[in-house]
């Protein structure tokens, strides 16, 4: 059948144009490639830790249940998100993976032809999910690499409907603070949804950084979103989270699937968010491997943005995919980003001192530096 009639005259444009997403390189498929055994992957802001281990037991605890479907309401992991967010359980939405939930909003939002805005340099998910669903994907420049707030706001029209930004920033590890966000919140008018995705604000350390939680009102369009993917160690899992106005949840909770938040997915999560000592060995790794790999960056006379994320922005001055090949040749699997915009740099996140030290002994071979 495919003879007769073109694949592509069948499928929609907008689809037929996406690329799919790339994910970080896995372990396993170095290993199979280059049959390096030894390498180490600091190429997607995983937990260096791992998973917690809280989360670990509730797993071998519950595996016995495999055979049954989830909750498809996830009851008791709502109530616990509840409670430790402040809201009510209708303010909450789980997604397999917070990415999930962006795609229930692009969904529930967007008609074809309608605007999101976002900035350059930033989750390239944001990107797709608009184009999937035929929406037009408007850009505003980051500045001084930030992203600016008060231009988003002077780029919204009467077509704009949601506005996609996380803080800090994936690629660049940048903020903004509480009075730029303030006043942005303030700006956008209200046929406007904002979502703030916060993948990566358990490592902002700066006080003035501000959470979306504290915003989070029923009459307001705003969307915060939260991941266990980070520092929480459950990237494997996939689950994640946003809350917002009860009535808007209403909605994206109608285009979830009835079981998309696995069994061992909400039992993990439930255990994760009690382990604050997971989650504080987590923060001193980073803060710790984050200050060393950026002093250890300077003395090679590297440069890099100053970060408030589980990663570095690292400007390479030759092609980024050439040091990221050269890099995998090594047993380091770190990130080139070019598809980012920023063909000239490398993303790597902190991991263990023992496999941050390892990079950087790599990265000075492969950039001919004397270390
Ligand atoms: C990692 C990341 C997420 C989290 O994705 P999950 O689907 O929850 O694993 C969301 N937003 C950004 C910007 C990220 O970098």
């Known amino acids: 059948m495919t003879d007769r009639i073109p ?88 997604g397999n993976g917070s990415d999930e939930v962006l795609d229930f909003l692009v969904r529930a939002l967007v008609p074809p032809g309608g605007e999101v805005l976002s900035t350059d340099h930033t989750f390239l998910m944001y990107g797709l999910l608009t184009q999937a669903v035929g929406g037009v994907f408007r850009i505003v420049p980051l500045k001084e690499m930030r992203v600016d707030l008060p231009g988003l706001a002077r780029a919204v029209t009467d077509q704009t409907r949601l506005i996609l930004i996380n803080n800090p920033n994936n690629p660049t590890g940048t903020v903004f603070l509480r009075q730029e966000w303030e006043e942005f919140l303030d700006s956008v008018p209200p046929h406007v949804t904002v979502v703030l995705d916060e993948a990566y604000i358990d490592f902002a350390d ?24 980070k520092a929480y160690g ?93 890099m995998l040749r090594e047993g380091v699997i770190i990130r080139a980003m070019e598809e980012y915009g920023f063909p000239y740099h490398i993303r790597v996140n902190v991991g263990l001192p023992e496999e941050n030290q390892r990079f950087l002994q790599a990265l000075t071979k492969v950039m001919g530096l004397n270390g």
């Open 234 to 326: 459950l990237a494997g899992l996939r689950i994640g989270y946003g809350f917002g106005p009860s009535k808007l949840m209403d909605y994206l909770n109608r285009l979830r699937l009835p079981f998309n938040v696995n069994r061992l997915a909400q039992v993990a999560a439930r255990a994760a968010l009690t382990d604050q000592l997971f989650l504080e060995r987590t923060l001193k790794v980073v803060f710790s491997g984050r200050t060393w790999i950026c002093r250890e960056l300077e003395r090679l006379g590297l440069s890099y943005l100053p970060t408030q994320a589980n990663f570095i922005l690292i400007r390479v001055d030759r092609p980024g995919r050439e040091v990221y090949e050269a």
């Open 206 to 229: 700066d006080p003035l950084v501000p959470q979306s939680l504290a915003y989070v009102a029923e009459d307001r369009l705003l969307v915060g979103l939260r991941t266990f993917s």
């Open 7 to 94: 694949l592509n005259s069948l499928i929609q444009p907008h689809i037929s144009t996406l690329t799919p997403y790339q994910a970080g390189k896995p372990l396993e498929e170095l290993a199979r490639e280059l049959g390096l055994t030894d390498a180490i992957k600091l190429a997607s802001n995983e937990n260096p830790l791992g998973p917690s281990p809280l989360a670990l037991a509730a797993i071998q605890e519950n595996l016995h249940t495999l055979h049954r479907y989830p909750d498809s309401h996830a009851f008791y992991l709502k109530e616990d998100l509840s409670r430790h967010l402040g809201l009510s359980p209708s303010q909450l939405i789980l």
